[in-house]
């Protein structure tokens, strides 16, 4: 929000309003589907993180205004997510990371 | 001394130096969350199968405090937006609401908390397990609100029904081979969820100091440098927004899946 405007501030109040709505409406969703009768855990569990990812991405984009952000702010978030990324590899590497039975 | 920057962005940077330097704090926060992620996924993963709890936390409290804590990020934005505006009273009134929301929350958290270290697993020298809320404890006998059960397996999923109702049972101290609350020392999943939320309640609680503070005393700035005052509400409303997110992970890695 730049403009200093009342007006500004009742259209970006609505924006927020409706910002929150889905945000409860996918937390809605979310719990609703760890209650489904989905037999594959794997699919079920992914739905469900499916779903915080959306939260996530509402809140960083419009709450954290990251949609209209400066090149500086972005240059710090790729450098995160590399590291990021190597951290949450690195642990899935690691829990499969078991000894081969030699003869299988 | 004038400190530069701190209202007009850098050129070089594009944005002010506070700003800067929260996203610089909130990308070490990501590793520091991210560590601890990581640490649940390879103990979830090497747990033995049947051995990892779910369903042990209440859902819908957890899902009241999800709500809680986005519309307390929504509250902030409208905070900052109201200094944007030049509305000092809507800016009181909204940054007020997000203090609120937030002791609601931790009040909240502090209810599950209570919950759980009043919940009591006890090993009998029978075998049998007694689980439930704790009456009372004296040096004759233990008094739980629960049921019994044959071994730990029947403990595991926190969402099956198990047909019981729960009775008042009484255990002679002698009978009893092991006794323990559902603490941090209680299991692996305990253990994490504890840290976890912990590390977490605590950034909730650094965001109370601050907000009380921006609400409070610190509002001063407002009448001689508002615009300084306007990007310190943005800053820390971008904590707040990460302390969000954290949870917006936390619930359904914990109580979901």
């Not at chain 2, 233990?142 to 109702?165: C, D, F, I, T, W």
Request: one cysteine or more; proline letters at 4%.
């Amino acid at each position: 929000m730049s403009d200093t405007h009342p007006d500004a501030f009742k259209a970006y109040a609505r924006k927020c309003g409706i910002i929150f709505g889905a945000v409860a409406c996918v937390t809605l969703a979310m719990v609703a589907t760890s209650f489904a009768p989905i037999h594959n855990r794997a699919v079920a569990i992914g739905l469900v993180l499916g779903a915080a990812c959306i939260n996530a991405t509402l809140v960083a984009s419009y709450l954290m205004h990251l949609i209209s952000e400066k090149k500086m702010i972005y240059t710090v978030l790729v450098f995160t997510a590399i590291f990021f990324t190597g951290l949450m590899g690195l642990s899935i590497w690691a829990a499969h990371d078991v000894p081969r039975v030699l003869g299988r | 001394m004038d400190i530069p920057y701190t209202v007009q962005p850098r050129p070089d940077t594009g944005v002010y130096n506070a700003k800067v330097g929260m996203w610089l704090f909130l990308a070490s926060e990501v590793m520091l969350f991210g560590g601890l992620f990581s640490s649940y996924i390879l103990l979830r993963v090497a747990a033995a199968p049947g051995t990892w709890p779910t369903g042990w936390l209440s859902v819908p409290l957890g899902t009241i405090n999800t709500l809680i804590l986005a519309l307390s990020a929504v509250t902030t934005l409208l905070a900052w937006a109201s200094c944007k505006a030049r509305m000092f009273d809507r800016y009181k009134l909204f940054m007020g609401l997000t203090l609120v929301l937030a002791l609601v929350f931790i009040s909240i958290k502090g209810y599950e908390y209570s919950d759980k270290l009043r919940h009591y697993e006890v090993v009998l020298k029978d075998g049998r397990i007694a689980d439930g809320h704790l009456v009372t404890r004296n040096d004759k006998e233990v008094v739980l609100e629960g049921r019994y059960v044959q071994n730990h397996a029947e403990l595991m999923n926190g969402r099956a029904s198990h047909g019981k109702p729960h009775e008042e049972i009484r255990i002679e101290t002698p009978q009893i081979q092991k006794i323990g609350n559902y603490g941090p020392a209680h299991n692996t999943f305990t253990a994490i969820y504890f840290v976890l939320t912990g590390l977490h309640g605590l950034h909730i609680l650094g965001g109370i100091v601050v907000f009380a503070y921006l609400w409070g005393p610190g509002s001063r700035m407002w009448k001689t440098e508002p615009e300084r005052f306007t990007n310190r509400i943005e800053v820390a409303g971008l904590f707040w927004h990460f302390v969000d997110l954290v949870w917006i992970f936390l619930f359904p890695v914990l109580y979901l899946t």
